[in-house]
């Protein structure tokens, strides 16, 4: 999951290259050194899909909702926003290069009530 740099950011302001980095589950971090790890609280009420995308490589989708509270990377003031692999000013990804490997486009979007 894309997730702001820098704690209690709003998504808006941190959608530039360095802004942000990922988060994952234990049981997905691949790159300890490069990923954040969510709290196993993070995630409820969530359906997980996994599968290989139209290029082969593999992919997991989690709709759900989330606790704010368990990631300091969280502003609970944001009024959401978006990260995904085709926007941005150039069009290639917001942030900039961000891509999901098994599918042509990805958004991760963001509604905090």
């Known amino acids: 999951m894309?997730?702001?740099r820098d704690s209690y950011t709003d998504?808006?302001?941190?959608?530039?290259?360095?802004?942000?980095?990922t988060y994952c589950s234990a049981s997905s971090r691949f790159e300890p050194s490069q990923q954040g790890e969510l709290s196993s609280d993070f995630w409820?009420?969530?359906?997980?899909?996994?599968?290989?995308?139209?290029n082969g490589e593999r992919y997991?989708?989690?709709t759900g909702c989330i606790d704010p509270s368990t990631l300091d990377r969280i502003n609970s003031d944001d009024e959401g926003g978006q990260?995904?692999?085709?926007?941005?000013?150039?069009?290639?990804?917001?942030p900039q290069d961000s891509a999901c490997?098994?599918?042509?486009i990805?958004?991760?979007?963001?509604?905090?009530?």
């Open 60 to 62: 997991a989708q989690l």
């Open 44 to 54: 409820t009420n969530v359906e997980y899909v996994t599968g290989n995308g139209v």
């Open 2 to 4: 894309a997730r702001t």
């Open 106 to 113: 990805s958004s991760l979007f963001y509604l905090l009530t």
């Open 83 to 94: 990260y995904d692999s085709s926007g941005g000013p150039s069009g290639n990804g917001n």
């Open 11 to 21: 998504i808006g302001d941190s959608e530039h290259p360095g802004g942000t980095t």
């Open 101 to 104: 490997l098994g599918c042509e």
